[in-house]
């Protein structure tokens, strides 16, 4: 599986938009980017994924660049209870329809702040 | 609905004991997974199933870890003669596997204290 680099850590006020960035720049054309997220003592919690469109659902917004080595997920309106590690991860979609692994890094974590 | 759910929820073990932890996927989830978490890590993936079968265990650290899912539905992760090194959260997910790329849904985990 490719590998994704996120920065260690990131902040941002409550209420405001939390913008978190990964760089995929071996990503290959049959790969997704998948985003988790995870509460201290809980296990991780999809948010969302995509292949190459930008992607919204209730959670946050994905923003994929045109080369895809790239992407940027987007919590709109961030409160205390986003404060979580967020890992954005390369997933290799198979084409026997079988699931294949996530492959975790470290993440990134977010401290939302007062 | 039901998520995945695992237990215990915490396990403490004296060095050398066996240790069985059990996963209960979300009803109807074909795929089933495995992952070890140590502290300030990301979790690293361990095992794989496809309804009974193990189709992927690479991620195992050693023959004392041995996972089963004999009727294709719930799970156990069998730790024989623990380590401390084996200290960690043991994490299961679940995904539909009928549509490739399904999103996995995880437990909160299994802490498991070797002393």
């Known amino acids: 599986d490719a590998k994704t680099t996120q920065p260690p850590s990131m902040d941002c006020a409550e209420g405001r938009a939390a913008n978190l960035p990964c760089n995929h720049s071996?990503?290959?054309?049959?790969?997704?980017v998948y985003w988790y997220r995870q509460i201290h003592s809980q296990g991780p919690q999809y948010i969302i994924h995509?292949?190459?469109n930008n992607e919204t659902n209730e959670m946050a917004s994905l923003i994929i660049t045109e080369d895809r080595k790239s992407s940027t997920l987007i919590l709109p309106h961030a409160t205390l209870r986003d404060t979580a590690v967020y890992y954005c991860?390369?997933?290799?979609?198979?084409?026997?329809?079988?699931?294949?692994?996530?492959?975790f890094g470290k993440g990134i974590t977010l401290s939302v702040r007062p | 609905g039901a998520g995945v759910s695992q237990s215990p929820r915490y396990k403490v073990a004296k060095r050398g004991q066996d240790v069985a932890l059990r996963c209960d996927p979300i009803s109807g989830h074909v795929s089933l997974f495995w992952y070890q978490q140590a502290l300030g890590q990301g979790p690293e993936f361990l095992t794989y199933f496809q309804n009974e079968a193990q189709l992927d265990k690479s991620g195992l650290p050693s023959d004392r870890f041995f996972a089963e899912r004999p009727e294709g539905s719930v799970s156990t992760l069998k730790i024989q003669r623990t380590q401390q090194e084996d200290s960690a959260v043991y994490l299961c997910?679940?995904?539909?596997?009928?549509?490739?790329?399904?999103?996995?849904?995880f437990g909160n985990g299994t802490r498991l204290t070797v002393t």
């Open positions: 071996t990503i290959s054309g049959n790969e997704y």
């Open positions: 995509g292949l190459k």
């Open positions: 997910a679940s995904s539909q596997g009928q549509v490739h790329n399904s999103p996995l849904h």
């Open positions: 991860i390369v997933r290799v979609a198979l084409e026997t329809g079988a699931n294949s692994k996530l492959t």
